[in-house]
């Protein structure tokens, strides 16, 4: 157990739709990493956070957002959504600002079907 | 632009056997070196790191890997293969210029063990 937690485990929904999946990292951890793992892409970062700012972005769709709340739980809002952001979507967290020093912690996942 | 190449999606070996992944890496400059694993239904697990110094580096669950500048590469190794071993394996690079922790994956290795 990394001591990061996603919720839900499992999201089935329909194209159109928007749902939010959410993040609580590790106790102390300020940074929060957004990754998403597809079959056609494999695993790609998505954003960071970092004490509630971000910090930096990746190959993220604009009908993805995400933010990170003074308590320092994440979350990632998808929109629109299409078959293709159908994925397993992790999240990752350090106790740093980053840097590849700051060893990342990932939760379970939360799996997202699209139907 | 940094990429991070394994060239073997699915790999066999005996219990007991040893194992090799192979990981290469396009990178400007010193890179900095990842090998995670993925057990089914669970999020990543970090299982060794290079950053300098030693080209040899020694992780977690016995795995050892080597970081060879002239080939651009960072094979994972173990001498003897565990039934428990079965699972996906991903090397990653901390992103150039980066002091996010962003990291790029390869697209994973999945290690099927034979009793």
């Known amino acids: 157990d990394s001591g990061v937690t996603q919720t839900p485990k499992h999201l089935i929904t329909a194209t159109g739709q928007r749902v939010t999946l959410r993040c609580s990292p590790r106790s102390g951890d300020l940074s929060v990493y957004w990754y998403q793992q597809s079959l056609d892409q494999g695993l790609q970062f998505l954003i960071q956070?970092?004490?509630?700012?971000?910090?930096a972005k990746g190959n993220i769709l604009e009908r993805f957002s995400a933010q990170q709340f003074p308590d320092l739980h994440s979350e990632l809002n998808l929109s629109s959504l299409e078959l293709g952001d159908s994925a397993l979507y992790f999240c990752a967290s350090t106790q740093g600002i980053g840097g590849p020093y700051n060893e990342q912690f990932f939760g379970p996942g939360t799996r997202l079907t699209v139907l | 632009a940094q990429s991070v190449t394994q060239p073997d999606i699915h790999i066999t070996v005996s219990e007991g056997a040893s194992l090799e992944l192979r990981c290469n890496y396009s990178y400007g400059a010193t890179p900095y070196l990842f090998w995670y694993v993925q057990s089914p239904g669970q999020g990543l697990q970090l299982l060794l790191k290079?950053?300098?110094?030693?080209?040899l580096v020694q992780g977690i669950k016995g795995f050892e890997a080597e970081f060879k500048r002239s080939q651009s590469s960072f094979n994972l190794r173990k001498p003897s293969v565990h039934w428990s071993d079965a699972a996906e394996y991903f090397c990653?690079?901390?992103?150039?210029?980066?002091?996010?922790?962003?990291?790029?994956f390869g697209q994973g290795t999945t290690l099927q063990v034979k009793p």
């Open positions: 290079y950053f300098s110094g030693d080209t």
């Open positions: 956070y970092y004490n509630g700012e971000e910090r």
């Open positions: 990653a690079v901390g992103a150039l210029g980066s002091n996010t922790g962003k990291l790029i």
